[in-house]
């Protein structure tokens, strides 16, 4: 087992639970956000432990691939699933 500081981790993932992102918010722990319905479950959680979560906003920038050739994504498609729209 690693053993770390709890405020140091980032909890990252589609799919998380509303029990876990309480025990993160209990912790201290950043947590992305994925989409719109892990926002929703995040400040759900916030309200249940009764302490602000520390977010990190996963972006999905509206950039043609074209024109950086490093993305290799499909934003199209990718857009819809995980990210929030920029």
Request: hydrophobic share 45%; charged share 20%; net charge negative.
């Amino acid at each position: 087992m690693i053993w770390c500081k709890m405020n140091r981790c980032i909890f990252n993932g589609n799919g998380k639970s509303l029990e876990d992102l309480v025990l993160a918010a209990q912790e201290g722990v950043f947590v992305n956000v994925d989409s719109e319905f892990d926002l929703n479950n995040i400040v759900e959680a916030s309200r249940i432990s009764g302490k602000q979560v520390n977010v990190l906003l996963r972006i999905n920038p509206d950039v043609d691939p074209q024109v950086w050739l490093k993305f290799t994504l499909n934003f199209s498609i990718m857009s819809n699933i995980i990210g929030l729209g920029y």
